[in-house]
């Protein structure tokens, strides 16, 4: 649906009252997991917290419907990722009065780099060069940490109420990133190889910047592109062979069919490295957070790298 006829019913359902406030905790709107996740470690029970964002939906592919906007509209605080993939979210801030209302945007946490397409990646199809900034800056738990205190202070001022229990909560979950930052930083040190590939999309920039790792993968992070070339591919399947690189990575909700044909053509094992954008509902169920399936990476890295 276009942006503009969801800007229209926004307005229709505003001024019609069809979204009023129930709860008195604070209203806290994230567009996808890795926020989600930050707030509810931080936060707990303390807010009422919603993700835009379908569980086990593709993040790429995400139209809001006229409820999160409206949604949007009437919460106390909204964190999106910022970027390219986010710029209906700029047409929705411009067009709604946001004094009252706490806005985050990821990108603009921490220090961000710029796209770019490594030896062997597919070029988007008719994409224009330009100077696009990689938007996946959780993906490092270096940034993650980062991210986790923003909130954090954001929290604390809009709810001073329970401003210690914010500080105290954001404490402990930045000692898990902690631990596992140093997991990553003992894993690369301690290993043979230094590159890792994946059949897939890459949205690891800030991942493989952070612990000095080099990548060759099909896609940039954001493409839309699912159907590799057959030059791709046989780059990707060369590497594997002459580096004698022992897994083939794919990401979550991926269809994975590039990375079983180039598994099965090497000898090479498929492994999922999770990206966080989305969770699966079961995994959702199982209370999985971003530590988590961060931790699983360890493990998996830890058999690529050997």
Known sequence: MKKAILLFLFFTLAASGAAAKDSK???VITTIFPQYDFVR???????????LLPLGAES???????????????CDVFIYVGGEGDAWVEKILASIDVKNKKIISLMDCVSTVKEELVEGMQEEEGEEEEDAY?????????NAKIITQTIADVLQKADSQNSDFYEANAKNYILQLDALDADFEETVKNSKRDAIIFADRFPFRYFADAYK??????????????EASAGTVKFLIDKIKSEKIPVVFHIELSNEKMADAIAES?????LLFHSCHNVS??????GLGYADLMKRNVSVLKEALN
């Open 134 to 142: 990689d938007e996946h800056v959780w993906t490092s738990p270096k």
């Open 213 to 226: 790792l080099k990548y060759f993968a099909a896609f940039p992070g954001c493409s839309t592109e699912t």
């Open 60 to 74: 790429h592919s995400y139209e809001p419907s006229p409820k999160d906007i409206i949604k949007i509209q009437n």
């Open 266 to 270: 090497t000898g090479a094992k498929k």
């Open 41 to 51: 470690q931080v936060a707990k029970d303390k807010v009422e917290l919603t993700q």
């Open 281 to 286: 509902k079961k995994d959702f169920k199982a």
């Open 25 to 27: 905790k604070l209203q």
